[in-house]
């Protein structure tokens, strides 16, 4: 009995970027009236797209602190409002306590924000660098 062997070989091209290699565009060429021209304007709508979207979500961001900030300082006027009104009513005590418990709540959400904020930064930077941030090490 004869053993019978067979092989089978595989190339793989791959490419990082938008853009294929310059043999690739011309393959598709080939294929397609005018591909490569095809490849390129879709690239550039999607950067165009890409870029848009980035933008909005910057605005978002922006808008999203904005409107933070207008609250927390509504918040804080009221709250010092309130200890106004309870010091002119002779419960001095009760308006420190109402003015540091507003303050401790307000450090307590920025901080919380900053560390959060810090986290999704550490999270972006670990995709871009092509580690997956849910691996544990």
Do not use: C
């Amino acid at each position: 009995m004869v053993a019978r062997q067979s092989y089978r070989r595989e190339d793989l091209t791959g490419y990082s970027g938008p853009l294929p290699p310059p043999q690739m565009l011309a393959e598709y060429d080939d294929v397609i009236d005018n591909g490569a021209e095809r490849i390129f304007t879709w690239v550039s709508g999607q950067t165009i797209h890409r870029q848009r979207n980035e933008t909005k979500v910057i605005n978002a961001g922006i808008v999203m602190e904005i409107a933070g900030l207008v609250v927390a300082t509504g918040i804080v006027g009221a709250v010092l409002w309130f200890a106004w009104v309870f010091a002119n009513k002779g419960h001095n005590l009760t308006a420190f306590a109402t003015v540091i418990v507003a303050l401790a709540s307000l450090a307590g959400v920025f901080v919380y924000a900053r560390k959060t904020g810090k986290d999704e930064r550490i999270e972006k930077a670990k995709i871009m660098a092509g580690k997956d941030p849910e691996a544990r090490a």
